[in-house]
Structure formats: structure tokens, C-alpha cells
């Protein structure tokens, strides 16, 4: 590996290269032309602080009338529910069902592989010389 890198090394020694003016202002003019940076983004203005002030009141009137009607709600007692009888509400559905006979197809293949083991086991027996 060391032969290699050292091979190597000595190849690139001994490249020479002569770039035009005219390439290697076509080089320059394009590295220029894609390292254009974007704009910063600009930040949103900050708010005045009544707008803060706004926000919080209205926050904490929220918050007053919500418990309000929940005070409200639970001190208004409820009836108690009627208890139903959901059986007898709900209408009756006629199923008409039938079994799947699945079990036939998968008896009928059990039955050829027995059969395929038993032709093998035969031949290998006969193969042996038993």
C-alpha cells in the first residue's frame, strides 16, 4: 500500500497544468455567481407592550368566566337519569349464518403428503437394500 501512495504521489508531481486567463475567469465569474448569499430573514416587529397588557386581561377574564359557569353548572343539581333498558330499544337483526367447510381442501392435502412421504421413504428403502 505504501508503494502505491508513494507511486501515486510521484504521478501527481508530475502532472503540470496551465489554465488559460480566459478559463480561469470563467471559473472565478461562476464561483461567484453560485456563493450569492440569501438575505437575512427579516424578524417580525415586537409588539407593543399594551398589545401584552390586552392579551393578559383578556386571558384572566377568560379564565374568571369560565370557572363562573362551572360553579354555576354544579350547583344546579341533576336529575338523576332514568335507567334503559338497552336491549329491549334496540331493534332485533335476523342472522343467517352457515359454517365454512375449510376443513376438507386441508384433510385431502394431509392425505397426499403422507402418501408423497410414504412413496419416498419406500424408494430410499429400496435405494439402501433394505
Not at 106 to 112: Q, S
Amino acid at each position: 500500500m505504501d508503494k502505491l501512495a508513494e507511486r501515486l504521489r510521484d504521478d501527481a508531481a508530475r502532472i503540470e497544468v496551465d489554465v488559460s486567463d480566459e478559463l480561469d475567469r470563467r471559473i472565478e465569474a461562476s464561483l461567484r455567481a453560485q456563493t450569492r448569499q440569501a438575505p437575512a430573514p427579516q424578524r417580525p416587529p415586537a409588539r407593543p407592550p399594551l398589545f401584552w397588557w390586552a392579551s393578559t386581561i383578556t386571558g384572566i377574564a377568560a379564565a374568571v368566566a369560565v370557572i363562573a359557569i362551572v360553579n354555576l353548572q354544579v350547583e344546579q343539581q341533576p336529575e338523576p337519569a332514568v335507567p334503559v333498558d338497552l336491549l329491549a330499544t334496540t331493534p332485533r337483526i335476523e342472522l343467517n349464518a352457515e359454517a365454512a367447510m375449510l376443513t376438507a381442501p386441508l384433510h385431502d392435502e394431509l392425505d397426499r403428503l403422507q402418501s408423497d412421504l410414504r412413496k419416498a421413504e419406500e424408494k430410499v428403502r429400496r435405494d439402501i437394500g433394505l
